[in-house]
């Protein structure tokens, strides 16, 4: 198998922040049963647990900026492996936050699922 | 497999940035030839082209500070992903520079070897 595991990436970031950013709660076909997602110090697992932690994030008007994004074939079955660093914009906050996130990404029946997400604002 | 994915995750950056700060040349035996390494925008595959990334790096005295540790586990294989973010102190600098770094870590004969390895500085 022949994947550029860059281009996926960036396609795959592209469009979660995109939907996150419309509209989270309908993030949940991009996970499974047995994902992860780790967000600040709130461990979640099951597709709709992770959408429900979305979607009661207590703020309305949001927007990601990636500022790195670096990719790395993570198996020889075509997992690949993400990690994002970025800005995130909050309402009218006039200041960003930065923040670093991890996609583990697996192929399933031509597109791809998140194993597991690691995110983490930056403080300062 | 029960395996303490935290503690373990724990445990390996510990003993990472503190022979990586003692002396980064000896990191060899956590990679394996298929391991990667993507060092700011320099991607380096095998443990020996790593470490000469590793040890060409430009800094004398080097000092990792962890902030967060989070860590999932990556595969049913016992494979174990780690999101750190700390600080980077170099040579003389009164500022600490911020750093985001993956390891994903797989299980081989007792212990672990690293996967894959992104590291990225957050630039203000």
New interface residues.
Partial sequence: MSVDFNALSQQFCQFYYDQFDKDRSQLGNLYRDHS?L?FESSQLQGARAIIEKLTSLGFGKVAHRI??L?A????ENGDV?V?V?GELLIDEEQNPQ?Y?Q?F?LIPEAGSYYV??D?F?L??A
Same sequence: chains 1, 2.
């Fill in positions: 992860m780790t500022s790195t670096d790395q074939p993570a198996s492996l990690m660093t930065r670093s991890v583990h194993l597991n690691i983490r930056n403080y």
